[in-house]
């Protein structure tokens, strides 16, 4: 079977985008009627600040980040260490909270004798309950999310 790959799809903050262009338009258009507006420090801070997330932004949607990729080793999920197929004992959909939303993920559970690295995102969402490794489904395509949850069945042996 072939690796693969599955891509985080952020087609839903196009908002932030609008807002830093007409933020940037603002603040040059002040800065061409009052000539002084750019020797404040304020309004330099705001400027450096509009074009820094608008250079994120712009890393954020013009390359692919990896979600999470299969090989015959096991899976990988963004730039954590390999999981293995045969440490994974089940998959379990959760909704979670982040602020006042509540967003779907996929929570991958795994033996409890496994050796494993953790970073330290997945040591806190482990003690939260979220799940060390888990599949963010509200920035991600919901057909190749349920592929990769085929693979994943399929490999590790999931009913």
Not at 29 to 58: D, F, H, Q
């Amino acid at each position: 079977m072939k690796e693969l790959r599955v891509y985080y799809d952020f087609k839903t903050n196009y908002v932030w985008l609008i807002l830093n262009i007409m933020g940037i338009m603002f603040l040059m258009k002040c800065a061409a009627k009052i000539p002084l507006c750019s020797y404040w420090w304020e309004w330099r801070i705001l400027m450096l600040t509009l074009v820094i997330t608008l250079l994120l932004w712009g890393y954020k949607y013009l390359f692919k980040h990896v979600l999470a990729q299969t090989s015959p080793e096991g899976l990988k999920i963004d730039h954590n260490e390999i999981l293995k197929w045969e440490d994974i004992t089940s998959l379990e959909p959760k909704n979670v909270r982040l602020g006042l939303r509540r967003l779907p993920v996929i929570t991958i559970k795994t033996r409890p004798a496994m050796r494993y690295k953790y970073n330290f995102l997945q040591k806190r969402c482990e003690k939260i309950g979220f799940g060390a490794f888990s599949l963010p489904l509200y920035d991600a395509d919901n057909k190749e999310i349920e592929t990769l949850v085929k693979v994943i069945k399929k490999r590790a042996k999931l009913k």
